[in-house]
């Protein structure tokens, strides 16, 4: 059920990095349904170019921050475009084909970055949520940079499972999954309810969001305040609003 593996002998994740970075091992869990890759990336190799080019991944992708101090980066994410300040113990939530990009937005040459990739097949969460009751399709949300103390720690024990010499190592393992999985389904997914016609947002929706833009048209206006005045998740909003409109909120 767990297979661990170093250096080169493992294909590097599907990213296309400029340049590639240092792959420190992968743990293959549930036959290669769910991997976790442990990286490190010399920050000088990054100048003048896109870490990560703009691209859709295949899988769910959870990026664990490890670094010794904050980080600022420039991130592309499903159509919205956010400079975010990162550190140790924030995660990024990246679903299968939302279109992403990152770079860093610093001059700092000298760090070593440090970071994890937590990787779930697509079919692997739906079954997951099929067989505890989640029959609805579901919408993953595509997640800044945002703390998530729980999954790090998970991700770490998981890093370690191999070593576990215990005829319950795996069930060890399997509580872990399961556990690091309901997370993702709880916090970074929603479940899909059919609508009567096309998606839309209502009338009192699009009024109360008008109202709050008027209301703080002197500000820094965010999405996220954005769509809880129209009592929306950030996320379910966008969707809408790129529904009724062809184009995401802020892509102009």
């Given at each position: 059920m767990i297979q661990q593996n170093k250096g080169s002998e493992y294909s590097q994740p599907e990213f296309k990095f400029v340049p590639p970075p240092s792959l420190l091992s992968?743990?293959?869990?549930?036959?290669?349904?769910?991997?976790?890759?442990?990286?490190?990336v010399r920050l000088n190799l990054w100048q003048n170019t896109y870490s990560i080019p703009q691209h859709r991944p295949k899988e769910h992708v959870?990026?664990?921050?490890?670094?010794?101090?904050?980080?600022?980066?420039?991130?592309?994410?499903?159509?919205r475009t956010r400079r975010e300040?990162?550190?140790?113990?924030?995660?990024?939530?990246?679903?299968?084909?939302a279109p992403m990009m990152l770079r860093p937005a610093t001059d700092d040459s000298h760090r070593v970055l440090s970071f994890s990739y937590l990787v779930f097949?697509?079919?692997?969460?739906?079954?997951?949520?099929?067989?505890?009751?989640?029959?609805?399709?579901?919408?993953?949300?595509?997640?800044?940079s945002t703390p998530d103390p729980f999954l790090h720690e998970i991700a770490a024990t998981l890093a370690s499972a191999p070593r576990i010499e215990d005829p319950a190592a795996n069930l060890f393992t399997e509580a872990?999954?399961?556990?690091?999985?309901a997370r993702i389904l709880r916090n970074y997914a929603e479940v899909r309810y059919r609508l009567?016609?096309?998606?839309?947002?209502?009338?009192?929706?699009?009024?109360?969001?008008?109202?709050?833009i008027h209301d703080h048209i002197g500000e820094s206006l965010e999405l996220r305040s954005i769509?809880?005045?129209?009592g929306l998740s950030e996320f379910h909003f966008a969707r809408l609003f790129k529904a009724a409109t062809g184009d995401a909120p802020f892509s102009s």
């Open positions: 992968c743990v293959r869990l549930r036959s290669g349904q769910v991997k976790l890759f442990n990286l490190r959870v990026c664990l921050h490890h670094f010794d101090r904050p980080m600022k980066f420039d991130r592309n994410l499903d159509g300040t990162t550190a140790k113990g924030d995660i990024a939530f990246m679903p299968a084909d097949e697509p079919s692997y969460l739906a079954e997951l949520a099929l067989s505890n009751g989640i029959g609805r399709p579901l919408d993953f949300i595509p997640t800044f872990l999954l399961n556990a690091a999985c009567s016609g096309p998606p839309r947002l209502t009338d009192d929706q699009l009024r109360a969001a008008i109202d709050y769509s809880r005045a129209a």
